[in-house]
């Protein structure tokens, strides 16, 4: 479970709310997943809170192959490339 700190407060708060927006991009070897999110069923700009979470590539997959499987989503079929493609595509 994601926890965060508060500045007054040395004891960690577990981070709750319904995500409203989120990106990603390559960083070195890992993925910098920036996550916003909201506990406000109407969230105002003021009201969002932005996270970055910082992870390697194997737990990307691990988190998109649980997502895809509680979602019940498949990937498509592979689409096998046929000789003349391997040789000049």
Not at 17 to 28: I, N
Not at 53 to 71: H, K
Request: aromatic fraction near 6%; avoid cysteine; glycine fraction near 4%.
């Amino acid at each position: 479970m994601a926890t965060a700190n508060s500045p007054s407060d040395d004891t960690p708060h577990e981070l709750s709310g319904v995500v409203v927006g989120w990106k990603h991009r390559a960083f070195a070897r890992n993925i910098h997943l920036t996550v916003q999110s909201s506990k406000t069923p109407r969230p105002t700009p003021d009201a969002i809170d932005t996270h970055h979470l910082l992870m390697t590539r194997n737990q990307a997959l691990l988190l998109a192959n649980y997502l895809m499987r509680v979602t019940g989503q498949q990937l498509p079929p592979r689409r096998r490339r046929t000789l003349w493609q391997r040789l000049f595509g």
